[in-house]
């Protein structure tokens, strides 16, 4: 089980929005962690620096909201490490693929109604429900 | 100087959104999917909140000519759908339903300091560098052969 958390969450999704918001209006850049993540995988795209400070802050942050908040931010990880490896490739490979995650399509490509973004969306989340349910209720999990 | 300072500040929102929001605890995201067990619908609320903000904000700041630090905005303009969208989201899906980790999540979890988190993006980076590799061999095989 894990606690419901509207606000928080609600909030939080703001904040992920403004991020967005203000990646476009400075960088004129799509707030998608696959898209930045792949431009700091060798051979490295010659934009590096932005992308390389954005991830930068974006690791940094959880730690200072923690020291600055106290607020202890639930961490819990139900995959045995075998799986972490195998979902960690199959992820990369996919969104690599799909030219986008859940940043990058679900939120910047959704907001701006773009056909590919939405269908991407309504693929990922359903085959990630499909496979949850195979994983956790089909086979009785890990 | 000040393009790389912008960059890791609006990193920390992000980082900070995804933290609060409960996206960088797997087993919060799984929960979400998880409709016929321990259903946690928390996750809405953090689309909700993200698409509001960011559909809002778009409209105001594309309207402007260009970027502050760019000459201009870098938006995809491809519509079609396409076999690697669709099989590649599917893909991911699967990943994201095996490990409750999506990139956006997993990133700012790196900063919680769990191992799990760093496991995870190592795969996914070799996941990238993997798939990145492997299109750019066949692009290379298909213009020999069209040569």
């Given at each position: 089980m894990t606690e419901f958390t509207p606000w928080l969450s609600l909030a939080g999704g703001g904040l992920i929005g403004l991020a967005a918001v203000l990646l476009m209006a400075f960088h004129g850049r799509i707030a998608g962690m696959t898209g930045i993540l792949s431009g700091l995988v060798p051979p490295f795209s010659n934009d590096w620096g932005w992308r390389a400070a954005f991830l930068?802050?974006?690791i940094a942050a959880p730690a200072l909201v923690v020291i600055s908040s106290g607020y202890a931010i639930p961490f819990e990880s139900p995959t045995p490490a075998p799986w972490l490896i195998v979902g960690g490739l199959v992820v990369g490979v996919g969104v690599y693929l799909g030219s986008g995650c859940t940043s990058g399509h679900g939120v910047?490509?959704?907001a701006r109604l773009s056909p590919r973004s939405i269908v991407a969306t309504l693929t990922f989340m359903a085959?990630?429900?499909l496979t949850v349910f195979i994983i956790r209720h089909l086979i009785g999990g890990f | 100087m000040a393009r790389i300072l912008s960059a890791l500040a609006i990193g920390l929102v992000f980082g900070a959104g995804i933290a609060l929001s409960g996206m960088a605890n797997p087993a919060k995201v799984l929960?979400?999917?998880?409709?016929f067990g321990t259903w946690d619908p928390s996750l809405a609320f953090v689309m909700g909140g993200a698409l509001i903000v960011t559909a809002i904000g778009y409209l105001f700041v594309l309207r402007r000519n260009a970027p502050v630090f760019d000459r201009l905005f870098h938006l995809p303009t491809r519509r079609d759908i396409d076999m690697p969208l669709v099989a590649g989201s599917a893909i991911f899906g699967?990943?994201?339903?095996i490990t409750g980790f999506c990139p956006g999540g997993a990133i700012p979890a790196l900063g919680l300091g769990h191992g799990d988190a760093w496991l995870f993006v190592g795969a996914m980076t070799a996941g990238i560098a993997l798939a990145r590799l492997a299109r750019q061999t066949l692009a290379t095989r298909a213009s020999i052969r069209a040569a």
């Open positions: 930068v802050g974006a910047c490509g959704m085959f990630t429900a | 929960n979400f999917f998880d409709f699967i990943g994201w339903g």
